[in-house]
């Protein structure tokens, strides 16, 4: 157990709706990472966030948003879905949000089915 | 851009055979290396990881030395067991612009 909570485990919805995934940090981390893996484009980072504020963008698209609120928790709106978005969202903590040093913790992912 | 490619699987092995999985990067600077591994129906759970040239990182058995000259960050282990069955990801990180980048992962099988 790495101590990253992420709800829902799973998730079914369909194209063009909005959804929201929650992840909890280990206790202490105030880093925050957002990961989507899929069979075609493998693991991609998608954003970070470090105490509430956002420090490095990866591929995320303009239909993506997330945030880190004041108790570090943090939320990944998926909206407009379309049936690619189907995928495995991974959240991961860190302490310092250095990720050339940090380990990363990673939550056990909330699967994502689109239809 | 910066990348990572990893040796294509699935890679299957007897009990106690040497395990080798090629990881090979591109990246200006000078990048940090990490293994993560991911268990069947889990999250990934860092392995080992080397933040400077020459520097060996090691954890479980498993070993990777990070060589500049050659661009490469290769796991390795020396016996494998039925329980290191999983997908291996190397990975990269830059401090500047904290950028993360996975390779596509190697599944490996130990059969006993």
């Known amino acids: 157990d790495s101590g990253v909570t992420q709800t829902p485990k799973h998730l079914i919805t369909a194209t063009g709706q909005r959804v929201t995934l929650r992840c909890s940090p280990r206790?202490?981390?105030?880093?925050v990472y957002w990961y989507q893996q899929s069979l075609d484009q493998g693991l991609q980072f998608l954003i970070q966030y470090y105490n509430g504020e956002e420090r490095a963008k990866g591929n995320i698209l303009e239909r993506f948003s997330a945030q880190q609120f004041p108790d570090l928790h943090s939320e990944l709106n998926l909206s407009s879905l379309e049936l690619g978005d189907s995928a495995l969202y991974f959240c991961?903590?860190?302490?310092?949000?250095?990720?050339?040093?940090?380990?990363?913790?990673f939550g056990p992912g909330t699967r994502l089915t689109v239809l | 851009g910066d990348s990572v490619t990893q040796m294509e699987g699935p890679v299957t092995l007897s009990e106690e055979a040497f395990l080798t999985i090629n990881c090979t990067y591109t990246a200006t600077g000078y990048p940090s290396l990490f293994w993560y591994v991911q268990y069947p129906g889990e999250g990934l759970q860092l392995l080992l990881k080397a933040t400077k040239a020459d520097d060996k990182g090691s954890n479980k058995g498993f070993e990777a030395t990070y060589r500049k000259e050659t661009t490469s960050f290769h796991l390795e282990k020396g016996s494998v067991q039925v329980s290191d069955s999983a997908v291996y990801f190397c990975?990269?990180?830059?401090?500047?612009?904290?950028?993360?980048?996975f390779g596509t992962g190697t599944s490996l099988t130990v059969i006993p």
């Open positions: 990975a990269l990180a830059q401090y500047s612009g904290n950028q993360f980048y």
């Open positions: 991961a903590s860190s302490f310092s949000g250095d990720s050339s040093t940090d380990t990363q913790y």
């Open positions: 206790s202490g981390d105030l880093s």
